[in-house]
């Protein structure tokens, strides 16, 4: 019998909370480490669920979420590096890549920043990748991911703490009753975001354009 892809990541989700949530803080870097890497993982709510577990230690587990999330991002930000220069390469001259990879040198840490703290469905490998391609360099790039984590998971840790657990019940029910209209405004915030990014990389107003406009 075959096995939906959707179900295989259910018990894959399962099973490592199983094994990972036992460990506390070293737990949650983990499972953040593997979120931002690979299998997709709800992150955000494990983080409450420790939260409200063990409240005195809230900064802790943002800082380790965040920092696993940062290590599992290198990934996506590696392949860059490897490969996405010859994939630009093939469209554009390398007169023109050293022109867009010194706008994006300008604008890269809130460019990786800001995507970072935003909650999913944020497209956020589109930017690590991206970063990778530019390179970025890995220390500035860790540290632009590592602080737009910490802020986004900070901010679900004192809203926790400061409503209580059922918080994110309330919050996951009234996504669902009103899914259309948080599907099209985290479509439009995407796509304001995207094009804000895409602005300050390739800055037009400059003379630099984006590589869809090549010859």
Avoid at 18 to 34: C, D, E, N, R, S
Avoid at 65 to 73: F, L, N, P, R
Wanted: with cysteine; charged share 15%.
């Amino acid at each position: 019998m075959k096995i939906s892809p959707v179900a295989l990541l259910h018990k894959l989700n399962v099973v490592m909370l199983a094994a990972l949530k036992p460990l506390g803080v070293w737990g949650i870097g983990a499972l953040a480490v593997i979120d931002s890497a690979a299998i997709p993982v709800p992150i955000d709510a494990l983080l409450i669920d420790y939260v409200v577990h063990d409240k005195s230690r809230f900064l802790l587990y943002c800082f380790m979420a965040a920092v696993g999330s940062a290590i599992g991002s290198l990934l996506p930000y590696y392949l860059g590096r490897a490969g996405g220069e010859l994939f630009l390469l093939k469209r554009i001259n390398r007169q023109r890549y050293e022109q867009m990879r010194d706008r994006f040198e300008k604008q890269e840490f809130l460019a990786i920043m800001i995507p970072a703290m935003m909650p999913p469905p944020t497209p956020v490998k589109l930017f690590e990748f991206a970063a990778g391609v530019f390179e970025m360099k890995m220390l500035w790039f860790f540290s632009a991911i590592c602080l737009g984590k910490f802020i986004r998971f900070l901010i679900w840790a004192i809203i926790t703490i400061t409503y209580g657990p059922a918080i994110l019940h309330t919050i996951t029910r009234a996504i669902h009753q009103h899914l259309t209209y948080v599907l099209g405004f985290s479509g439009i915030l995407i796509v304001l975001l995207l094009v804000y990014v895409l602005r300050k990389v390739f800055d037009r107003r400059r003379g630099t354009t984006l590589p869809v406009e090549e010859n």
